[in-house]
């Protein structure tokens, strides 16, 4: 059906207010933060709020000295919004397709580009891709992110989960690497030659390689972080 009338669009697209948990998929773009509390998300990602809740840019030392270095080494890096009050909060990222994950105990590392939001117990660690400095124009930083909670992640498209194994690594794009089990360690492979800077080359530079055993999750679209993507 391509046309509604006003009612029918409202009963099809409106917020399904029986849903209660923390974190909420309102449709497959759009995450429902039911707050009563605190909760750090991406700056920019606020679409919608009713309730009272305030907003505030994560301050210098918010997360002390070490985690203050790390940020200016990144630029921007992953630039963190806290939410504070009570209401229903509604994020979004460039309509990209977001994923809860309910951590318990466990590690994940996100590119920091695609981390949207999460619970304010979760542990987390800024860490510079720095074999990746100079290579690439963006995206040299990443967030690990540990302990019990929720936390959610966007990508374009449909993600993909690559499990990697003992002696079989998995070699992956960084510009469709979304994110990866917290025990793996990236290496990053160059293939730079001369057909390369001809325009000959296969135009995959620059791959990332996980080794040992563990998870790789990815999107089927190059992500260019310097400038705004459209989106599927």
């Known amino acids: 059906m ?39 998300a991406k700056v920019g990602s606020m679409i919608s709020y009713t309730g009272s809740i305030k907003f ?27 939410a504070q009050g009570e209401g229903r909060l509604y994020l979004a990222d460039q309509g990209k397709k977001i994923t809860i994950f ?13 981390l949207l939001a999460f619970e304010p ?11 990746m400095a ?10 690990t992110l540990s302990g019990k909670g929720r936390v959610a992640i966007t990508s374009h498209y ?11 690594s998995v070699i992956t794009d960084p510009n469709a690497t979304v994110a990866w089990s917290g025990n793996l360690t990236p290496e990053f ?4 030659s001369f057909r390369t800077f001809i325009g000959r080359g296969s135009g995959e530079s620059i791959q990332m390689e996980f080794k040992g ?17 459209p989106t599927s």
Do not use: C
Not at 68 to 77: R, S, V
């Open 2 to 40: 391509s046309s509604y009338s006003i009612s029918e669009f409202i009963q099809k697209t409106q917020q399904d207010e029986r849903e209660n948990d923390y974190f909420e998929l309102e449709t497959e773009r759009i995450l429902e933060v039911n707050l009563n509390g605190l909760v750090w």
């Open 102 to 114: 309910e951590l318990d105990n466990d590690t994940i590392t996100v590119n920091g580009n695609d």
């Open 134 to 143: 100079g290579m690439m124009a963006g995206g040299l930083f990443n967030v």
């Open 213 to 229: 055993e563990g998870f790789v999750i990815v999107q089927p679209f190059e992500e260019v972080y310097a400038a705004t993507t």
């Open 158 to 168: 449909e993600p993909l989960t690559l499990l990697v194994r003992p002696g079989e």
């Open 56 to 82: 505030e840019r994560e301050r210098v030392l918010e997360h002390g000295l070490g985690k203050m270095f790390k940020k200016a080494l990144t630029g921007e890096g992953t630039a963190l919004m806290k």
């Open 189 to 192: 492979r160059t293939d730079v």
């Open 121 to 131: 117990g979760i542990e987390w660690e800024i860490n510079l891709m720095r074999k």
